[in-house]
């Protein structure tokens, strides 16, 4: 019988994505070489030309090699397009090893310059570890009227893993590997406004509701196993998009950072990808409750560290989990999924 494997990875024609599906291939070098057919990349994008784009550039990186490589159109923010990309992955794969769960989105609108300048200076490592000073648009609303940020960060990705594990496509091997961040402060995340619609840091508040749903949902039993990793700080297309020539100046904050002792500043999505690639070549992990991180050393040495994350009370992982639960199945009702 065949070794075959497949990986699925969500927003992978940059950055992080990218960076997690250049790793893959690494690893799985010498038997991609020996037969191509044993491992299979899907890539998740907004659209067709984004993802043969992305094809196109990761069989440039790595010309000698065949590999297979292949793509399902998904837009996280349109659940019509998550449920038709649930039923097209089913279709096509007959289960999935490997899920990465990375796509997602970033509403900035604007730096506060003089606090951004004044937080530097006083503590650089800090100011560019758990910034303040950015402004995120609020009340932005997707076409299915949900809270923009939420639907693309945390129900987008809920709602497609849960059809995924209905329609048997993850199993009791599969490793879904959710992609959380080291903002996820507790202060960020209302439970009166979930969504955040109403909120300043909605980006910060759905990654700390990521958090408590891992929790909630590894205490409750899955089918399927699940690990919660962060990539340190890198930077992407979301920080190239809004900062534009900026950038540069935010990469030498980070070398900065690093050299000062910081752990977390992993520069490149690629590097940011490390701890994406030990998930998934790990034989066994004993605690998925641990919330694992991207790291380096202050020359460059890739390494993980576990992450601490703020208290999770009981009552916050029933919330979040009734909440996820009901608006899972307001969904299915809505697309006449039955």
């Known amino acids: 019988m065949s070794f075959r494997k497949y990986a699925l990875i969500t927003g992978s024609n940059s950055g992080l994505g990218f960076g997690i599906a250049a790793r893959l291939l690494e690893f799985y070098k010498p038997r991609i070489e020996d037969e191509p057919e044993t491992f299979t990349i899907i890539l998740t994008c907004r659209s067709r030309a984004k993802a043969e784009d992305a094809c196109k550039r990761l069989k440039e990186l790595f010309p000698e090699r065949k590999i297979r490589l292949e793509y399902v159109i998904l837009d996280l923010s349109n659940m019509q397009s998550v449920e ?8 096509r794969y007959p289960k999935l090893d490997y899920v990465y769960l990375n796509a997602g989105a970033w509403d900035l609108q604007g730096i506060n310059w003089m606090q951004a300048i004044f937080a530097t ?5 800090k100011a560019l570890t758990y910034p303040t000073f950015y402004k995120e648009a609020m009340g932005s609303t997707s076409e299915d009227s949900m809270g923009y940020i939420f639907q693309s960060n945390v129900f987008g990705h809920y709602y497609l893993k849960t059809r995924l594990c209905e329609l048997s496509v993850l199993g009791s091997s599969t490793k879904v590997v959710l992609t959380g961040s080291l903002v996820a402060k507790k202060e960020s995340l209302n439970f009166d406004d979930i969504q955040c619609l109403h909120g300043e840091r909605p980006y910060q508040s759905s990654k700390r509701l990521l958090d408590i749903l891992h929790y909630a949902e590894i205490e409750s039993g899955l089918p399927y196993q699940q690990y919660l990793v962060h990539p340190g700080l890198c930077t992407t297309n979301m920080y190239q998009t809004f900062l534009g020539f900026i950038v540069i100046f ?3 904050g980070f070398w900065l950072c690093r050299l000062l002792g910081s752990p977390w500043h992993t520069v490149s999505p690629y590097t940011a990808a ?13 605690d998925e409750n641990i919330k694992w991180g991207s790291a380096t050393t202050m020359s460059g040495k890739e390494k993980i560290l576990p992450t601490s994350i703020e208290l999770v009370l009981p009552s916050d992982k029933t919330k979040s989990m009734t909440y996820m639960h009901d608006l899972y199945k307001e969904w299915k009702h809505k697309l006449n999924v039955s």
């Open 84 to 91: 038709e990309a649930a039923l097209e992955i089913k279709a």
């Open 121 to 125: 200076i006083m503590n650089p490592v």
């Open 250 to 252: 935010a990469k030498l």
């Open 274 to 286: 490390y701890a994406f690639l030990w998930i998934a070549t790990q034989s066994h992990i004993e």
